[in-house]
């Protein structure tokens, strides 16, 4: 089992669509979790980080349910410029910090 | 000018050559890593420095090697390169504040093993 999984893709939506995207992990000691985006061929940056009380920044909102080990991203009024690559990110102490990708959910929005 | 760079952007090899990607960064970062990205698998780490004389193994080591010659640059050795190593390859960058410590990645480098 992968220690963080997403949604398969791709989601192709309309302009103007709300898109919610799923993603899991395994590793209970996690301790930061972050929304990375990617557009085609380019490099990863980083979009928001979840917070356990939720966080909202503009269009987007991160959940996290530590319980269950899930984090999600909501996308409301969806934009072109939107379509991109989102990649869910989890770190912990017991890792070094260091940053354990999932493999990504394509978003294409449509006009 | 970018923080993060990489060169070559793009390489094509052939097996049992030795490559050589090159990351450089103006960001005054101390930690410092190499990854690979693979359609559907998201991106693995392969070694990862935290500062000049702390290097350490990812996920993915085997068949890479790397040097750290100073705080700005980290470098990635293919030792003699084969087709499976065919990838998208992206350095990156963080400071160390806790356990958060965002990523700056450089553009990427294509690499092609023929």
């Known amino acids: 089992r992968k220690e963080v999984e997403q949604d398969p893709g791709p989601f192709n939506v309309p302009e103007g669509a709300t898109v919610a995207f799923n993603c899991t992990y395994s590793?209970?000691?996690?301790?930061?979790f972050f929304w990375y985006r990617q557009d085609c061929r380019k490099e990863p940056k980083l979009l928001m980080s979840?917070?356990?009380s939720g966080n909202e920044d503009g269009r987007f909102t991160a959940q996290l349910n530590r319980a269950s080990q899930y984090i999600s991203l909501l996308i409301r009024d969806s934009k072109l410029s939107d379509s991109a690559t989102y990649l869910c990110?989890?770190?912990?102490?017991?890792?070094?910090?260091?940053?354990?990708f999932g493999q990504g959910t394509e978003l294409s929005v449509k006009p | 000018d970018a923080d993060v760079t990489q060169t070559p952007r793009n390489r094509i090899t052939k097996t049992g050559k030795r490559i050589m990607l090159e990351c450089s960064q103006t960001?005054?970062?101390?930690?410092m890593y190499w990854y690979r990205q693979d359609p559907g698998l998201g991106l693995r780490l392969i070694y990862y420095?935290?500062?000049?004389?702390?290097?350490n193994k990812g996920e993915i080591s085997d068949g890479y090697s790397v040097s750290r010659q100073a705080q700005a640059k980290f470098s990635l050795s293919l030792e003699s390169a084969i087709p499976n190593q065919t990838a998208l390859y992206f350095c990156?960058?963080?400071?160390?504040?806790?356990?958060?410590?965002?990523?700056?990645f450089g553009p990427g480098t294509r690499l092609t093993v023929l």
């Open positions: 990110v989890v770190t912990s102490y017991n890792q070094g910090g260091k940053l354990i």
């Open positions: 590793n209970s000691a996690s301790q930061s």
């Open positions: 990156a960058t963080s400071d160390y504040s806790g356990v958060y410590n965002e990523q700056f």
């Open positions: 979840v917070y356990s």
């Open positions: 960001k005054g970062h101390d930690r």
């Open positions: 420095s935290f500062d000049v004389k702390d290097i």
